[in-house]
């Protein structure tokens, strides 16, 4: 800053001065002037000046001091405030059917620079005013539409406008059963829902059907329980739709169960998949990916037939290969996690038929899904 003042009954004075803000809240100012006190009189370096200057909110603190020759220092503190309003500023909010743009009657909170709880009126406008600078959040609601949360920055020297559109909500429902993974027989249990809304409902315990009805749409988290703390809950994401019936069914497997992959039956020494395993193969994969929490052992049987060949030099081989066979294809072909599932061979030491004859033996010749626990 530079000053040159003259003065039609004294001699003229330059001023200089300078000030650094090394944080907005804190300066430091340095100076010099030549008058109009006589340099000469008191000496150059009474020309200097120094001072600080503290900026908290509306408060202000500034210190000066000014060396006066022979008359010694001079010492200037001035506090300042700043007192204004609480706030110019408004907002002029107008609440609308997001479908036809016509006006809602809505209720209104804000929170932010401003604290609020209301309603509009039938036209959906509202003022709100005296809001100083800052952000302003604004909660909208009403029956039959989806809430909405919005923020704004208030400017705090004019008044600004927002239009609200509320969606109104449309329904959708959700059906299907609860059963046993193993036997597919229904046993009812519960069904909790969470999402747009939530609540829950029982499943009927004889047809193990349940109907969530008249729901709002959107994405919704569904678990499913059994009648017992037997069964492993089940969880699923799904989405409801405006007018359709969405269907979901849960199969549930019980601790320490042990599954039969009914017709994976293999070839007498033999260890390959045939393609007309891939349905039981299927059960087992959704099955696995139905409940992520679970581990399984894969455990590989023979009938009592001995084998001694370069591959299976024993049924202990056949039978390990046969669970490994499994746990191949349910790892490559859908994407199951291998640390969730071990495969061991037991030969022929646990039928569960009569070897007695070809059509036990083929039984015998089986895998089993046992579930081992819950990471």
Same mark, same amino acid.
């Given at each position: ?70 008359? #010694? ?38 929170? $932010?620079?401003?604290?609020?709880? $209301? ?14 600078? #800052? ?63 939530? $609540? ?134 859908? #994407? ?36 081992? #626990?819950?990471?």
């Amino acid at each position: 800053m530079l000053d040159v003042i003259v003065q039609m009954d004294n001699t003229a004075s330059l001023h200089v001065g300078a000030e650094y803000l090394p944080v907005p809240e804190f300066a430091v100012r340095l100076g010099y002037r030549t008058g109009p006190q006589d340099l000469g009189t008191l000496g150059a370096l009474s020309g200097l000046t120094a001072g600080l200057g503290v900026h908290v909110g509306p408060l202000s603190l500034d210190y000066a001091i000014t060396p006066y020759g022979k008359l #010694g220092m001079a010492h200037r503190i001035g506090l300042g405030a700043a007192l204004s309003p609480r706030g110019s500023g408004s907002v002029r909010l107008k609440v609308v059917d997001g479908s036809s743009m016509l006006p809602l009657a809505a209720d209104v909170a804000a929170t $932010g620079v401003s604290s609020y709880k $209301g309603r509009t009126g039938t036209t959906g406008e509202l003022r709100l005013t005296r809001l100083p600078a #800052g952000d302003l959040v604004i909660y909208t609601s009403r029956t039959d539409y989806l809430p909405r949360v919005d923020s704004m920055y208030i400017v705090g020297d004019h008044e600004q406008t927002a239009v609200i559109a509320l969606s109104p909500l449309t329904y959708g429902a959700v059906t299907g059963i609860v059963a046993d993974a193993a036997t597919r027989k229904p046993i009812g249990g519960s069904v909790v829902y969470q999402g747009t809304v939530q $609540g829950s409902t029982q499943a009927d315990s004889s047809l193990g059907s349940y109907v969530l009805r008249s729901l709002p749409v959107g994405q919704y988290k569904l678990t499913a329980s059994g009648p017992s703390d037997d069964y492993v809950a089940q969880t699923c994401t799904l989405k409801v739709d405006p007018g359709r019936i969405t269907n979901r069914d849960f199969y549930l497997v019980k601790r320490r169960q042990t599954i039969v992959l009914q017709g994976v039956n293999f070839e007498t020494g033999k260890a390959d998949l045939l393609p007309e395993f891939d349905s039981v193969l299927t059960r087992a994969g959704e099955i696995l990916r139905a409940n992520p929490g679970i581990t399984v052992e894969l455990a590989g049987h023979t009938d009592p037939r001995e084998i001694s060949t370069s591959q299976f030099p024993s049924n202990w081989e056949l039978s390990q290969a046969r669970a490994e066979a499994v746990r191949q294809y349910l790892v490559v072909k859908w #994407g199951i996690a291998p640390e969730r599932l071990t495969a061991h061979g037991y030969a022929d030491t646990q039928p569960i038929a009569p070897n007695n004859t070809a059509e036990g033996m083929a039984k015998n010749r089986r895998t089993e899904f046992r579930i081992t #626990g819950q990471q």
